[in-house]
């Protein structure tokens, strides 16, 4: 499913980052958002964008935009 | 010998380039740019330290990464010091292994290790510096631990022979080559780091608080009106009142000593109301600037402007602001320069520049007066209502003013957003007080001096005719005779060459407030603001205002340039000095072009 559709709170794992922009593909995924990454979808904002994620020890705050071009996979 | 420190922002740069370079600091500004430059002497070695904008790759994204990978690439240095968040070193590593990569000596510097322990994270330092094959630090630069260390590594690790390995950039933006390097650096920390508890929930506790969709913005406002309140109304008014006891004592003391030795009128003249007030004004704005300094660098280090990104930024970003803006522009309804000062709060560089021009734009409580006057009289009761207009006038300049410095001037493209959300933390007293005092002793060094040095010209031009003779009227002053020549600039605002007008309008360049005071004085009248409005009758010396005018004039004082202390204010945090004569330069073009179109449309009008 597409990270904007994953639940508040679910932790799932990267699998694959379709953004078209080549730049902000790479922005990301230096951010630490690669395929098989663990995130969590922390919070949300009150207007509904941005998003707030946590992974690889930090919290990283992300436009809904974005969100909708990243696929993951809900994990336990 | 040079050496350099590089790491992701949050990581504790400043704080650690703080306690390296003590008092031996230099702030300026990157060529061209409006990014402060930090530069210093590391305490007791003849090395140069330069602190770098914050990156969190050698990919440059932004402005200020930008700056940072132009200097590493092409400048020259010994060292590269490589500060890491210990808390988050998973992320930290990325940037580490692609320094490694590019040929100059490298140290890397475990920060916030004191917060290791109580997050349950055991880093293995041996391990690690066996993968990465560096010297490794552990520090915490809030607690002031592990530095004499650092500085001994510091010492054995620069080298000024090596040369940058040019050929590897290409290979730093493919984007295989970066999933690959996020396996490796994925790899070193499986077998040095050891999560032994789960993270505590804190912080997500507070932001349920802070960032829930009901109580969000009420929560801000409240933080923001108090912060208001306190610095303008409680500390300004207390302030306020002691200094102009002061002012008022010690000029009465002056004049009455000097008098006594037959000292010239003049000199009397100049040491109270040019050199007493000139301080005074300057003095006036100590206490509203300090709680400003105060309360932001309180909010920015606890980590809640992070969160006031997040609430506004997709709002502000439509018009080319920073969510964090609002901050400078609620400020600035008190207070301009206390509003531009505060736009310190906003990291991205061309979002900051934006706020920082466009925050003058909203009147503060200094040109409500201004307001007030005109509108009463010329407006009666429907005075609130023109009033408001203005107010809405100024919201939609601010928005096409932002639109036009990020559309035109600087052609931004949409940018990807994203930034990190730092964990809330307690400032240290210290380090607080240290910086606040920073500050003001920067802000009124400079500013201070203009202000001062505007308020004794300001004085000179009343005080003397122009065969400087003492003692003379005002219509009779330079500054009146200054007025007559230019009164040009003024009639097509307000239909009629008025070097009273014009004289008031140049006064109001040291302080909106002296707009109407010039205006009572030309009149003849005193400093009680009770008959004011007499200056408009028909045997008063402004009875040429009709509502046209009146409401262009005011249009005029209040989207003009903003005063002095605002304007050095902008100086102060521009830098570049092209940039900030373009935006002082645009703000006089501004006021002055949109209140000639609306005296022209207003006068065909009804009014």
Known sequence: ?76 | MRAVLVGNQNCGKSTLFNILTGSNQKIGNWPGVTVSKKTGIIKDMEIELIDLPGIYSLYPYSLEEKITYGFLMNEEYDLIINIVDSTCIERGLFLTTELLELGKKVIVVLNMVDKLKEKGIEIKIDRLKENLKIDICLVSASRGSGIIDLLKTIKTNINNNLRINKDILNRFSKENEIVLRYKKVDNICKSCIRHIKKRKEVNEFIDKIVLNKILAIPIFFTIMFGMYYISIEIFGQIFADSLEKIIIDSKAFIEVTLKQINVYDWIISLLCDGVITGVGSVLSFLPQLTVVFLVTSFLEICGYMARVSFIFDKLLKKIGLSGKSLIPFILGTGCSASGIISTKIVENEEDRITSVITVPFIPCSAKLPIITLFTKYFFKNNYALIAISFYVLSIIIVICSAIIINKIILKRKEELYVFELPEYKFPKIKFLYKDVKQKILEFFNKAGTTIFIASLVIWFLLSFSTNFEYGVDIQNSILACLGRKISWIFEPIIGVKSWQASVSAIQGIIAKEQVISSMEIISGLSNNHIDTYKIFDEIGSFNFFNKASAYSFVAFNLFTAPCIVAISAMAKEIKNLKIFILSVVYQLVLGWGLSVILYNILSRQIF
């Not at chain 1, 790479?26 to 964008?49: Q, S, V, W």
């Not at chain 1, 707030?52 to 020890?57: A, S, V």
Request: charged residues 25%.
């Open chain 1, 1 to 76: 499913m597409r990270l904007s559709e994953l639940k508040l709170n679910t932790y799932a794992i990267i699998l694959f980052i379709n953004i078209p922009n080549l730049k902000s593909r790479i922005r990301i995924l230096e951010m630490g958002l690669t395929p098989g990454t663990i995130i969590k979808k922390t919070k949300k904002a009150p207007f509904g964008d941005p998003i707030g994620l946590t992974l690889r020890g930090y919290e990283l705050c992300i436009s809904k935009k974005e969100t909708s071009y990243i696929l993951v996979e809900v994990i336990k």
